[in-house]
């Protein structure tokens, strides 16, 4: 499986491709309709990176699944709030937003409680 074997890989590269889409200035692209559609991308942005580093840590680290999830929420959440402060410190054209590093807080939320449940209600 893919995402057993390259979960390191994938989540390093997804970090990386985060990270470049948050930092770079992004112009030509249509806004979307929907007021808070921003937040929407944040939120599903995280929870994907939620769920590689989740992923991450039981597959390649080992981890229990108790810790793992652990480990994904701390660094997901630590990771959209570096982003942020990125964004103020080291660019013009973007500025830090307490309402984004909540909408990623949200998608990590989301994630771990499905997590959560699928672990606790799934047995394999």
Do not use: P
């Amino acid at each position: 499986m893919v995402l057993k074997t390259y979960s390191f890989l994938l989540v390093i590269l997804y970090s990386i491709a985060l990270t470049t889409v948050c930092l770079i200035k992004i112009e030509g692209f249509n806004k979307v309709g929907i007021s808070f559609g921003d937040k929407i991308f944040h939120s599903l942005s995280y929870v994907v990176l939620t769920f590689l580093w989740y992923n991450t840590f039981c597959n390649k680290f080992k981890f229990s699944k108790s810790k793992a999830l652990w480990y994904a929420i701390i660094i997901s959440i630590i990771f959209g709030i570096i982003i942020e402060v990125l964004q103020g410190a080291l660019t013009a054209y973007r500025s830090a937003d307490i309402n984004d590093v909540l909408a990623n807080s949200i998608g990590v939320m989301l994630t771990a409680v499905v997590i959560g449940i699928k672990n606790k209600f799934i047995l394999k």
